[in-house]
């Protein structure tokens, strides 16, 4: 996965802001669909059953199984205009469908 700078710094301050200690952040799927989508994230203080890790330097991501291929192509990025604010992830389009807009 690529993370943007922009994206990166708004979530250091995400952890930052979190009480107790959390191990990651669970992706429960996104709202969109793979052109531009926003992620369901939540911070987890366990490793949650059925979910796979997804490390990056500074924070984990854990997902679930069918989106593994997509977190390989995504990039999340942080938007600061009027009408599209806050975290947005974006991957290719694959042959098949896609686990959010399920075009073949």
């Known amino acids: 996965m ?3 700078d922009s994206a990166t710094t708004h979530l ?7 009480g107790g200690s959390p191990v990651g952040i669970r ?3 996104s709202v ?12 987890v203080f366990q490793k949650p059953d059925g979910f796979l890790e997804y490390k990056t330097d500074f ?8 989106y593994e291929t997509v977190f390989e ?15 947005h992830l974006t991957w290719p389009h694959r042959e098949g469908g896609c ?3 399920n075009q073949h």
């Open 27 to 29: 992706f429960d799927g």
């Open 99 to 101: 686990p959010n807009c």
């Open 32 to 43: 969109g669909s793979c052109r531009n989508s926003v992620p369901l994230l939540k911070p």
């Open 12 to 18: 250091k301050k995400i952890l930052e802001r979190m």
């Open 2 to 4: 690529k993370i943007t």
């Open 59 to 66: 924070i984990t991501f854990f997902i679930p199984p069918e």
């Open 73 to 87: 192509t995504a990039t999340l990025d942080y938007e600061t205009g009027l009408f599209s604010k806050g975290l």
